[in-house]
C-alpha cells in the first residue's frame, strides 16, 4: 500500500520496535480467524444491508459458542462503506491486505459487487454475496449464495402461467442493470414460450421514483383488454411503497392484476400497510413464514440475540447463513483458511438451509435452492402458495439470451473457468 | 377454467332457487355439511377448489358466510384433529368459533392451528361464488358486487338469472351494472347478431375501457357485428385519447402540488433569505417522522382519534421542524450569512447528521405512517381515477400557499421580513430587530417544510433518506420559478408536473426527468432570473 523511500524504512523498523511491546495483545489475535463484513451502514442502502451486518454477527457469536473454527475463535471485523461504490473497493481492499481476514461476507448491489470484484480476485481472497442478482457473473473468489434469475424470476413466470392463466405481462423496474438483465431474460423466456411482443411491455423508473400515477393506470389501461394481466415487478426497495401505495389506491387488486416482486420482503414489508396488497406476491427461496423446524430454531435464537421478538428474518439473510456456514464447513475440510485450499474444498460442500433441506455449492460458484412462490398476508408475511419440487440449481449465464447461452462455468480443476464456450470450446467465450 | 365455469352455473342456478324459495331457504343438516366443510382444508388448491363448489351445491346459506371466511383468510384447521374452525388472532392464541354453528370454542394456541391456505384464483372464485348467491340480495351492496362478478366472469349461463334480477332491480346504478354484466354475457355468448349488435352498443355506452376488453375480440369476426364492434372501439379510442388529455394535466397538477409543497419552504429560506439551505429536505424528513410519532401516540392511547391524526401532526410538524429551523439559524447560519459555498457545504453537513441521527433513532428501515380513511381509496371521474389522497394533497398545497402569502402579506412579521430582506440596513435603522427575524423567517420556511413532511408521509415511503429525493427538485423549481418569488414557485411547479405528465407516455419516466432538467437549463441560459424575476435595486445587495 504505502510506497516509502528507503530512508524511512529504518526509522520505521526502529518504531515498529518499540511499538512491538505494545503490540503484544495483537499476538493473541493470531489466535483468532478474522472476518470481513462489508455492509453499508449508512447511505442509502443502509435500510437493507445493516440487517445482514448484525445476521453475521449473530452467526459468528454462535459459531463462537460452538468452540469456533479450527479451534480459533472467529472475530468479526466490521467496515462501513457507506452505499458508496467505488468505497467498496477501497474497504474491501483494507479488509483484505491490513486485517487480513479470511473471508468476507458483504455486498448487496451488484453496482457494489462488480466494484470489489477486481480487487478480490487481484488479492485471492472470497467473497460472499448474498442477494439475488442478474447473473451472466463467474469469478473464482466470489460465491453467489443469493438466487440466479433461473432461481427466481422464471419460476414466479411460470406459476403466473399455470396457476393464474396470465397472458399479458408487464415487466417494470428500476432503471439499473438487474432489473434490465432480468426483464431482458424475461422477455426472451416469454417470446420463446409464444408471448407475443404486444403483450409485454416493459416499463422503467429511476431509482426513488414515488410518483406512480401515470405508471399505474397505464398498467390498469395495459391490463383492460380482456386478457389476464400481471407485472413483474423488480422495482428496487425504497420505490416499492408509493408503488404499492398508489396500486391499492387506485383499486387494484391482486384478484385483478398481481404483481409478483423479485425485491420486496419481509423487512421491506415493514413499513407498509399490508391490508390493501393481500394476494400480491413476491419470489424468494425463503420466507420468514417457512414451516421447518431449522427455520423455527433460527427465528427463536435470532431474537434472542437482537432481544427484539419483533424483528423479521429475510431472504439474504438466509443466504448470508448458509454461505457462512458452508465456509465453515470448507475451511474445516481444508483444514486451512489460506484461500486456494479452501475454494478448492467448497465445491459439492452441503450445508442445511432454513426450509428444510439442503444446499450444495455448484462448481459454477452457485447453490441449490428451492423456489418458493408467496402471497402477501395482512401481518406483514408471506403465505407460501407454491414450491418447487426439487431444488434448483443456480444457472450463472442464461440460457435465453444469444451471448451467454453457450457458455458455462467450472471452477474445478483442470476446467477453472469462469465463461467456458462449449461451441468453441475455449475459456473465455463472449461475456455479456 | 372448465371447473370454474361449472362452478359458477351452479352457483348462479343455486341463487335463482334460493330466491325462489327464499322463504324455506334450503338447509342442510350439519351432519352433511360438516365433511364438506372440513374438505375446504386439502392438500392443494384443486382440492379446495372441488370442496368449494362441493359447499355451494348444497344451497345452504350460511355458505356464503364461510366462503367469506375462507377468502379473507380467517379460516384455520386445528393440526391435531384437523377441525376446521374461524379464528381471530387473539395474542399467541386463536380465539375460535365453530364455522357452522358459530358456536364458541376453546382458543387454540397459534402453533398448534394452520391457516387455509388461498391464493388469487381461489379467491376469485369465491368472489363469484359469493356474488351468484348474493344476486337477489336484500342488501344493495352485495347485489352491486354481484352483479361486478359475473361482468368479469361473463358467464352465458347467467343472462336468464340476469334478467330476473334486472325486472325487480330498484336502483338505478345497479340496474345499469347489472344491464353492462348481462351485455357482455350476451357477447360471450352464441346469441344471434341483432342480439349482439344490441348489446355492443349498450356495452359502450357503459365504462369505455372495459367495454374496449370485451369489444377487441370481436373485432376481426366477419360481419355485422364485426363492423359494429370496430365502429364502437373507434368511437371508444377518441373518447379515451381526449381523457388521456386531461388525465395527463390532473396527474400533472398533483406532481406539482407535491414539487409545491416540497418547493414553498425553500422559496422563503433560498428565495426570501437567499440562504442556500441543503437540510432542507431533512426538514421535510423531520415533519414525516413527527407524523409517525404523533401516529404512534394516537395508536397507543387514543384509537378514536385516529382520523385526525394529520390535523394534529400539521401544527406538532411545524413546531418541530421550525424550532429545528430556529436553532440551526441561531446556532450555525447566521455566522455565514454573505458566504453562500460556506453555507452550502454547512447546510449539507447539518443535513447527514440530521439523516444519520434519525437512522440511529429510528432505523434504518422505512416506518409505517397510515393513511386515514378519508384519503384511502379513489373515485371515477368520467374515464379518470382519481385517489383521494392525491387530491387532498393538491387542496393542502393550495391552501398552505394562501396561507404563506397571506402571512407575507398581511402580517407584521410578513412584513418586517420583506422589509429586512429588501434592504437590511434600512429595516435595521427603522427599528426592526434583523437578527430575529433572520431566526424566525428560516423557522417559518423549515415549520412549513416539515408540514409539507406531513402530507409526503401519505404517498411516500417515510425514511431516512425521503428528504434527498426532494432537495434537487425543491432548487429546480425555486429557480425556475424565480427566486424570491412565491407565485413564480407556484407556476414553477405546476408546469413542471404537467410538462413530466405529458412526457412521460411519449418518453419513459427516466427519459422524461431528463428532458424536463434539460429544458430548465435552457430556459435558464435565456432567463437567469427564472419565470418571474424580480426587480429593484435591493435584489444584488
Same mark, same amino acid.
Not at chain 2, 125 to 131: L, V, Y
Given at each position: 500500500?504505502?510506497?516509502?523511500?528507503?530512508?524511512?524504512?529504518?526509522?520505521?523498523?526502529?518504531?515498529?520496535?518499540?511499538?512491538?511491546?505494545?503490540?503484544?495483545?495483537?499476538?493473541?489475535?493470531?489466535?483468532?480467524?478474522?472476518?470481513?463484513?462489508?455492509?453499508?451502514?449508512?447511505?442509502?442502502?443502509?435500510?437493507?444491508?445493516?440487517?445482514?451486518?448484525?445476521?453475521?454477527?449473530?452467526?459468528?457469536?454462535?459459531?463462537?459458542?460452538?468452540?469456533?473454527?479450527?479451534?480459533?475463535?472467529?472475530?468479526?471485523?466490521?467496515?462501513?462503506?457507506?452505499?458508496?461504490?467505488?468505497?467498496?473497493?477501497?474497504?474491501?481492499?483494507?479488509?483484505?491486505?491490513?486485517?487480513? #481476514?479470511?473471508?468476507?461476507?458483504?455486498?448487496?448491489?451488484?453496482?457494489?459487487?462488480?466494484?470489489?470484484?477486481?480487487?478480490?480476485?487481484?488479492?485471492?481472497?472470497?467473497?460472499?454475496?448474498?442477494?439475488?442478482?442478474?447473473?451472466?457473473?463467474?469469478?473464482?473468489?466470489?460465491?453467489?449464495?443469493?438466487?440466479?434469475?433461473?432461481?427466481?424470476?422464471?419460476?414466479?413466470?411460470?406459476?403466473?402461467?399455470?396457476?393464474?392463466?396470465?397472458?399479458?405481462? #408487464?415487466?417494470?423496474?428500476?432503471?439499473?442493470?438487474?432489473?434490465?438483465?432480468?426483464?431482458?431474460?424475461?422477455?426472451?423466456?416469454?417470446?420463446?414460450?409464444?408471448?407475443?411482443?404486444?403483450?409485454?411491455?416493459?416499463?422503467?423508473?429511476?431509482?426513488?421514483?414515488?410518483?406512480?400515477?401515470?405508471?399505474?393506470?397505464?398498467?390498469?389501461?395495459?391490463?383492460?383488454?380482456?386478457?389476464?394481466?400481471?407485472? #413483474?415487478?423488480?422495482?428496487?426497495?425504497?420505490?416499492?411503497?408509493?408503488?404499492?401505495?398508489?396500486?391499492?389506491?387506485?383499486?387494484?387488486?391482486?384478484?385483478?392484476?398481481?404483481?409478483?416482486?423479485?425485491?420486496?420482503?419481509?423487512?421491506?414489508?415493514?413499513?407498509?400497510?399490508?391490508?390493501?396488497?393481500?394476494?400480491?406476491?413476491?419470489?424468494?427461496?425463503?420466507?420468514?413464514?417457512?414451516?421447518?423446524?431449522?427455520?423455527?430454531?433460527?427465528?427463536?435464537?435470532?431474537?434472542?440475540?437482537?432481544?427484539?421478538?419483533?424483528?423479521?428474518?429475510?431472504?439474504?439473510?438466509?443466504?448470508?447463513?448458509?454461505?457462512?456456514?458452508?465456509?465453515?464447513?470448507?475451511?474445516?475440510?481444508?483444514?486451512?483458511?489460506?484461500?486456494?485450499?479452501?475454494?478448492?474444498?467448497?465445491?459439492?460442500?452441503?450445508?442445511?438451509?432454513?426450509?428444510?433441506?439442503?444446499?450444495?455449492?455448484?462448481?459454477?460458484?452457485?447453490?441449490?435452492?428451492?423456489?418458493?412462490?408467496?402471497?402477501?398476508?395482512?401481518?406483514?408475511?408471506?403465505?407460501?402458495?407454491?414450491?418447487?419440487?426439487?431444488?434448483?440449481?443456480?444457472?450463472?449465464?442464461?440460457?435465453?439470451?444469444?451471448?451467454?447461452?453457450?457458455?458455462?462455468?467450472?471452477?474445478?480443476?483442470?476446467?477453472?473457468?469462469?465463461?467456458?464456450?462449449?461451441?468453441?470450446?475455449?475459456?473465455?467465450?463472449?461475456?455479456? | 377454467?372448465?371447473?370454474?365455469?361449472?362452478?359458477? &352455473?351452479?352457483?348462479?342456478?343455486?341463487?335463482?332457487?334460493?330466491?325462489?324459495?327464499?322463504?324455506?331457504?334450503?338447509?342442510?343438516?350439519?351432519?352433511?355439511?360438516? $365433511?364438506?366443510?372440513?374438505?375446504?382444508?386439502?392438500?392443494?388448491?384443486?382440492? @379446495?377448489?372441488?370442496?368449494?363448489?362441493?359447499?355451494?351445491? @348444497?344451497?345452504?346459506?350460511?355458505?356464503?358466510?364461510?366462503?367469506?371466511?375462507?377468502?379473507?383468510?380467517?379460516?384455520?384447521?386445528?393440526?391435531?384433529? +384437523?377441525?376446521?374452525?374461524?379464528? +381471530?388472532?387473539?395474542?399467541?392464541?386463536?380465539?375460535?368459533?365453530?364455522?357452522?354453528?358459530?358456536? +364458541?370454542?376453546?382458543?387454540?394456541?397459534?402453533?398448534?392451528?394452520?391457516?387455509?391456505?388461498?391464493?388469487?384464483?381461489?379467491?376469485?372464485?369465491?368472489?363469484?361464488?359469493?356474488?351468484?348467491?348474493?344476486?337477489?340480495?336484500?342488501?344493495?351492496?352485495?347485489?352491486?358486487?354481484?352483479?361486478?362478478?359475473?361482468?368479469?366472469?361473463?358467464?352465458?349461463?347467467?343472462? $336468464?338469472?340476469?334478467?330476473?334480477?334486472?325486472?325487480?332491480?330498484?336502483?338505478?346504478?345497479?340496474?345499469?351494472?347489472?344491464?353492462?354484466?348481462?351485455?357482455?354475457?350476451?357477447?360471450?355468448?352464441?346469441?344471434?347478431?341483432?342480439?349482439?349488435?344490441?348489446?355492443? @352498443?349498450?356495452?359502450?355506452?357503459?365504462?369505455?375501457?372495459?367495454?374496449?376488453?370485451?369489444?377487441?375480440?370481436?373485432?376481426?369476426?366477419?360481419?355485422?357485428?364485426?363492423?359494429?364492434?370496430?365502429?364502437?372501439?373507434?368511437?371508444?379510442?377518441?373518447?379515451?385519447?381526449?381523457?388521456?388529455?386531461?388525465?395527463?394535466?390532473?396527474?400533472?397538477?398533483?406532481?406539482?402540488?407535491?414539487?409545491?409543497?416540497?418547493?414553498?419552504?425553500?422559496?422563503?429560506?433560498?428565495?426570501?433569505?437567499?440562504?442556500?439551505?441543503?437540510?432542507?429536505?431533512?426538514?421535510?424528513?423531520?415533519?414525516?417522522?413527527?407524523?409517525?410519532? &404523533?401516529?404512534?401516540?394516537?395508536?397507543?392511547?387514543?384509537?378514536?382519534?385516529?382520523?385526525?391524526?394529520?390535523?394534529?401532526?400539521? $401544527?406538532?410538524?411545524?413546531?418541530?421542524?421550525?424550532?429545528?429551523?430556529?436553532?440551526?439559524?441561531?446556532?450555525?447560519?447566521?455566522?455565514?450569512?454573505?458566504?453562500?459555498?460556506?453555507?452550502?457545504?454547512?447546510?449539507?453537513?447539518?443535513?447527514?447528521?440530521?439523516?444519520?441521527?434519525?437512522?440511529?433513532?429510528?432505523?434504518?428501515?422505512?416506518?409505517? &405512517?397510515?393513511?386515514?380513511?378519508?384519503?384511502?381509496?379513489?373515485?371515477?371521474?368520467?374515464?379518470?381515477?382519481?385517489?383521494?389522497?392525491?387530491?387532498?394533497?393538491?387542496?393542502?398545497?393550495?391552501?398552505?400557499?394562501?396561507?404563506?402569502?397571506?402571512?407575507?402579506?398581511?402580517?407584521?412579521?410578513?412584513?418586517?421580513?420583506?422589509?429586512?430582506?429588501?434592504?437590511?440596513?434600512?429595516?435595521?435603522?427603522?427599528?426592526?430587530?434583523?437578527?430575529?427575524?433572520?431566526?424566525?423567517?428560516?423557522?417559518?420556511?423549515?415549520?412549513?417544510?416539515?408540514?409539507?413532511?406531513?402530507?409526503?408521509?401519505?404517498?411516500?415511503?417515510?425514511?431516512?433518506?425521503?428528504?434527498?429525493?426532494?432537495?434537487?427538485?425543491?432548487?429546480?423549481?425555486?429557480?425556475?420559478?424565480?427566486?424570491?418569488?412565491?407565485?413564480?414557485?407556484?407556476?414553477?411547479?405546476?408546469?413542471?408536473?404537467?410538462?413530466?405528465?405529458?412526457?412521460?407516455?411519449?418518453?419513459?419516466?427516466?427519459?422524461?426527468?431528463?428532458?424536463?432538467?434539460?429544458?430548465?437549463?435552457?430556459?435558464?441560459?435565456?432567463?437567469?432570473?427564472?419565470?418571474?424575476?424580480?426587480?429593484?435595486?435591493?435584489?444584488?445587495?
Amino acid at each position: 500500500m504505502f510506497n516509502l523511500p528507503a530512508k524511512f524504512i529504518g526509522t520505521l523498523a526502529a518504531a515498529a520496535m518499540g511499538a512491538s511491546l505494545a503490540m503484544s495483545p495483537a499476538s493473541a489475535a493470531d489466535d483468532t480467524i478474522k472476518v470481513g463484513i462489508l455492509h453499508s451502514l449508512s447511505g442509502t442502502m443502509a435500510i437493507s444491508e445493516t440487517t445482514l451486518k448484525d445476521t453475521m454477527l449473530f452467526l459468528i457469536d454462535e459459531q463462537n459458542k460452538k468452540g469456533g473454527v479450527l479451534g480459533k475463535k472467529l472475530e468479526a471485523v466490521v467496515v462501513d462503506p457507506a452505499s458508496d461504490w467505488p468505497l467498496f473497493a477501497e474497504k474491501a481492499r483494507q479488509l483484505i491486505e491490513q486485517d487480513k #481476514v479470511a473471508a468476507v461476507f458483504g455486498c448487496w448491489t451488484s453496482s457494489s459487487r462488480k466494484s470489489v470484484l477486481p480487487v478480490f480476485e487481484e488479492l485471492n481472497s472470497m467473497l460472499f454475496y448474498p442477494v439475488q442478482y442478474e447473473g451472466e457473473e463467474s469469478s473464482r473468489n466470489v460465491f453467489y449464495t443469493g438466487a440466479a434469475p433461473n432461481q427466481q424470476a422464471i419460476p414466479a413466470v411460470d406459476y403466473l402461467a399455470k396457476e393464474e392463466g396470465v397472458e399479458r405481462w #408487464v415487466l417494470a423496474g428500476t432503471d439499473y442493470v438487474y432489473p434490465q438483465t432480468t426483464n431482458k431474460i424475461l422477455k426472451a423466456y416469454l417470446n420463446a414460450k409464444g408471448v407475443k411482443d404486444e403483450d409485454i411491455m416493459i416499463n422503467y423508473t429511476p431509482f426513488g421514483q414515488s410518483d406512480w400515477q401515470t405508471i399505474v393506470s397505464d398498467i390498469k389501461k395495459f391490463g383492460s383488454t380482456g386478457k389476464k394481466t400481471a407485472v #413483474v415487478s423488480t422495482i428496487n426497495g425504497d420505490a416499492n411503497v408509493p408503488f404499492y401505495k398508489e396500486l391499492a389506491n387506485q383499486g387494484i387488486k391482486a384478484e385483478d392484476i398481481p404483481v409478483v416482486a423479485f425485491s420486496v420482503g419481509e423487512e421491506e414489508l415493514a413499513g407498509l400497510d399490508t391490508k390493501p396488497l393481500v394476494g400480491h406476491l413476491a419470489a424468494w427461496n425463503y420466507f420468514q413464514s417457512v414451516d421447518a423446524d431449522a427455520n423455527a430454531e433460527f427465528i427463536k435464537e435470532w431474537h434472542a440475540y437482537t432481544k427484539n421478538d419483533k424483528r423479521v428474518t429475510n431472504d439474504p439473510m438466509e443466504a448470508t447463513y448458509i454461505g457462512f456456514n458452508m465456509w465453515v464447513k470448507a475451511v474445516e475440510a481444508a483444514g486451512t483458511t489460506d484461500s486456494n485450499a479452501v475454494i478448492d474444498s467448497i465445491v459439492g460442500t452441503s450445508v442445511p438451509n432454513l426450509s428444510g433441506g439442503y444446499a450444495t455449492m455448484m462448481p459454477n460458484h452457485h447453490i441449490t435452492k428451492p423456489v418458493l412462490i408467496g402471497e402477501v398476508q395482512d401481518d406483514g408475511q408471506f403465505d407460501i402458495v407454491y414450491q418447487t419440487p426439487g431444488l434448483v440449481v443456480g444457472d450463472e449465464w442464461s440460457d435465453y439470451l444469444p451471448g451467454s447461452k453457450d457458455l458455462i462455468s467450472d471452477w474445478r480443476k483442470p476446467m477453472s473457468c469462469g465463461n467456458f464456450n462449449i461451441v468453441s470450446g475455449k475459456c473465455g467465450g463472449v461475456t455479456n | 377454467m372448465r371447473l370454474n365455469r361449472l362452478l359458477s &352455473v351452479f352457483i348462479l342456478m343455486l341463487g335463482f332457487c334460493c330466491h325462489i324459495a327464499q322463504s324455506n331457504a334450503q338447509t342442510v343438516d350439519d351432519a352433511t355439511l360438516r $365433511p364438506l366443510v372440513q374438505a375446504l382444508a386439502g392438500d392443494n388448491f384443486e382440492n @379446495t377448489t372441488k370442496a368449494i363448489s362441493d359447499l355451494v351445491k @348444497t344451497g345452504d346459506p350460511r355458505v356464503s358466510k364461510i366462503l367469506d371466511a375462507l377468502s379473507a383468510g380467517d379460516l384455520y384447521v386445528a393440526k391435531a384433529d +384437523k377441525t376446521v374452525f374461524l379464528g +381471530k388472532r387473539d395474542g399467541s392464541d386463536y380465539a375460535a368459533t365453530d364455522a357452522l354453528t358459530g358456536a +364458541k370454542l376453546d382458543p387454540v394456541p397459534r402453533s398448534a392451528a394452520e391457516k387455509i391456505k388461498v391464493n388469487n384464483r381461489l379467491r376469485r372464485d369465491i368472489a363469484a361464488a359469493i356474488g351468484g348467491l348474493t344476486l337477489m340480495s336484500d342488501n344493495i351492496a352485495e347485489r352491486r358486487s354481484a352483479a361486478e362478478a359475473i361482468l368479469k366472469t361473463r358467464d352465458p349461463e347467467s343472462i $336468464p338469472l340476469l334478467d330476473q334480477a334486472i325486472a325487480v332491480e330498484k336502483d338505478a346504478g345497479v340496474k345499469a351494472l347489472m344491464q353492462q354484466a348481462k351485455a357482455a354475457a350476451v357477447l360471450n355468448s352464441d346469441a344471434a347478431d341483432d342480439v349482439k349488435i344490441a348489446a355492443i @352498443t349498450e356495452v359502450s355506452a357503459g365504462n369505455s375501457r372495459a367495454a374496449l376488453g370485451l369489444l377487441t375480440p370481436l373485432e376481426n369476426v366477419q360481419g355485422p357485428v364485426g363492423e359494429a364492434a370496430k365502429a364502437a372501439i373507434d368511437s371508444i379510442n377518441t373518447k379515451l385519447a381526449f381523457w388521456n388529455a386531461i388525465q395527463n394535466v390532473v396527474y400533472g397538477l398533483s406532481l406539482g402540488s407535491v414539487l409545491l409543497l416540497a418547493a414553498i419552504g425553500l422559496a422563503i429560506t433560498f428565495g426570501v433569505m437567499g440562504v442556500i439551505n441543503m437540510a432542507h429536505g431533512e426538514m421535510v424528513m423531520i415533519g414525516a417522522y413527527t407524523t409517525f410519532v &404523533v401516529q404512534q401516540i394516537i395508536r397507543t392511547s387514543a384509537p378514536g382519534l385516529f382520523d385526525y391524526s394529520l390535523l394534529i401532526a400539521l $401544527p406538532a410538524a411545524f413546531l418541530v421542524s421550525g424550532g429545528i429551523g430556529v436553532v440551526i439559524e441561531r446556532g450555525i447560519i447566521r455566522f455565514l450569512y454573505g458566504r453562500p459555498l460556506e453555507t452550502l457545504l454547512a447546510t449539507w453537513g447539518i443535513s447527514l447528521v440530521l439523516q444519520q441521527a434519525i437512522r440511529s433513532w429510528f432505523g434504518a428501515s422505512n416506518v409505517q &405512517v397510515g393513511n386515514p380513511s378519508w384519503m384511502a381509496g379513489s373515485f371515477d371521474l368520467g374515464l379518470l381515477t382519481l385517489t383521494w389522497s392525491r387530491l387532498w394533497i393538491i387542496v393542502f398545497a393550495l391552501s398552505v400557499f394562501a396561507i404563506l402569502q397571506l402571512v407575507l402579506k398581511k402580517t407584521m412579521l410578513g412584513l418586517r421580513m420583506r422589509a429586512v430582506t429588501q434592504n437590511r440596513r434600512m429595516a435595521s435603522s427603522m427599528g426592526i430587530r434583523t437578527p430575529w427575524v433572520d431566526a424566525l423567517t428560516f423557522g417559518l420556511g423549515s415549520g412549513i417544510a416539515g408540514i409539507a413532511g406531513v402530507a409526503l408521509s401519505q404517498i411516500d415511503n417515510v425514511s431516512p433518506n425521503l428528504g434527498q429525493g426532494y432537495i434537487i427538485d425543491s432548487f429546480m423549481v425555486v429557480v425556475f420559478g424565480g427566486v424570491g418569488n412565491l407565485w413564480g414557485t407556484l407556476v414553477g411547479a405546476m408546469s413542471l408536473g404537467i410538462a413530466n405528465k405529458f412526457l412521460e407516455p411519449f418518453a419513459g419516466a427516466v427519459l422524461g426527468k431528463i428532458v424536463v432538467l434539460v429544458l430548465i437549463i435552457l430556459f435558464i441560459q435565456k432567463r437567469p432570473r427564472g419565470l418571474f424575476a424580480l426587480k429593484g435595486r435591493a435584489i444584488e445587495a
